[in-house]
């Protein structure tokens, strides 16, 4: 990295992705990209401290009053750690190096300022990654080297939960009417819901069409995967089913857990579901009176066995929202009212289900009601929207 370092034209600054934390004793200096870092020492500090904008090794050395090749091979150091970044770039005067490059990216990070600064942490973290079998310029971390390294099969966290030991509710098969066209063209989201409950035939294949194994997938050397209708990366299938069931016919009200491999519900005994929908969903009083809300909370351990990188958090975001649009896709089908959403108290779902939010957290939520009448009307409290079809709306509306 030395060379990389040692022309005229090279530029580094601070990468965006450097944190500050305490670990142990003492304080470190480490990139949100690794699992390893550097003391926070005074000399790391100052260095970074003045690597906000793109500098020459040259402008670095000057200000540390440090001959070139030690600032060299501290900013190697750095750049080994993913502390910092360099560009090859032409020679620019101290003005254009102080200015140039931040009016470049102000757009760019204007459009993440609204936002807590760890959504970009974690973008940035988990950009680039190396998977297996593909090449990436420079040299492997720590963290991306782990992301392709394969955990021994016989540490594979299993893909089903142990027995709650709850009584157990044994569901009918599901039973889907209807084409898919028809339950793309009927998807909306709902936010009321007509009086009465839902069919427990319904629920039964709500939970068996999203969240069941619809088949075992045995490979040599490795434990059986499962299958379902919704992909997974790895067919790590992490995320868990736990049903509120507020109205369901045939069905004690209480709270179960989905067992996907049995198609089955297992009561929580000893847990109930809070007073008010609100206790789970923060100001969505729309869904206040939903028969049925199921929350999804995701077992980590099954991903991170196989996936080392932080971007296997993102994986499992985005498998919430495949299982999030069948199930909304089924509840079409059966002239159900589907939501989803993510306006979660978090904790307090945890809480209530008896899981612990470090190894199982919850990430999503989805429901069903019976629809009210009349043309859709998303929110009691507003008028209908007007709806104008599109043609591709009117294709999806011809037999």
């Known amino acids: 990295m030395t060379a990389d370092l040692g022309g005229l034209r090279t530029l580094v600054r601070r990468a965006p992705h450097v944190l500050s934390l305490w670990r142990g004793s003492g304080r470190v200096v480490q990139s949100a990209r690794r699992t ?22 040259d402008q670095v050395a000057r200000v540390l009053d440090t001959p070139r090749p030690a600032v060299e091979v ?8 993913d502390l910092i970044e360099i560009s090859a770039s032409a020679p620019a005067t101290d003005d254009q190096s102080r200015h140039a490059p931040a009016l470049a990216v102000r757009a760019g990070e204007d459009a993440w300022r609204v936002w807590s600064p760890v ?20 040299p492997a971390t720590a963290d991306t080297a782990a992301a392709v390294t394969p955990a021994p099969v016989a540490s594979a966290p299993s893909p089903t939960l142990p027995d709650p030991g709850g009584a157990e509710v044994a569901l009918p098969a599901p039973v889907l009417p209807g084409t898919l066209r028809e339950a793309l063209r009927l998807r909306r989201t709902h936010r009321q819901f ?11 294949t709500l939970l068996g069409v ?7 997938a045995r490979i040599r050397d490795h434990a059986p995967l499962p299958l379902k209708t919704s992909p997974s990366g790895g067919a790590r299938h992490s995320l868990e089913a736990y049903v509120w069931a507020r109205q369901v016919d045939d069905l004690a009200p209480g709270l179960y857990h989905y067992r996907p491999d049995r198609h089955v519900l297992s009561r929580l005994d000893g847990r109930h579901g809070p007073d008010a929908v609100t206790a789970w969903l923060p100001s969505q009083d729309g869904y206040q009176n939903a028969p049925v809300i199921v929350a999804m909370a995701s077992v980590l351990a099954r ?9 296997a958090y993102r994986v499992i975001l985005i498998e919430a929202g495949h299982l999030a649009q069948t199930f909304c896709l089924c509840a079409a089908a059966l002239d159900l009212a589907p939501f989803c959403t993510a306006a979660l108290a978090d904790s307090v779902i945890e809480q209530g289900l008896g899981l612990d939010g470090h190894a199982q957290p919850v990430c999503y939520v989805v429901g069903a009601g019976r629809p009210m009448g ?15 079809t599109t043609l591709l709306g009117e294709a ?4």
């Open 303 to 311: 991903v991170s066995w196989r996936y080392r990188s932080a971007r």
């Open 396 to 399: 999806l509306s011809r037999e």
């Open 194 to 204: 007509a009086p009465g409950g839902v069919p427990l035939q319904d629920l039964a």
């Open 119 to 138: 959504a970009r942490l974690f973008h940035l973290a988990t950009r680039d990654v190396t998977f297996a079998g593909a090449a990436r310029p420079g």
């Open 374 to 388: 009349g043309p859709w009307r998303p929110h009691a409290d507003r008028d209908a929207p007007s709806v104008e």
């Open 74 to 81: 501290l900013l190697t150091g750095l750049l080994a750690l």
């Open 210 to 216: 999203t969240f069941g194994v619809q088949a075992w």
């Open 36 to 57: 390893d870092g550097t003391p926070a020492t005074d000399l790391v500090l100052e260095v970074l401290d003045g690597l906000g904008d793109w500098r020459s090794v």
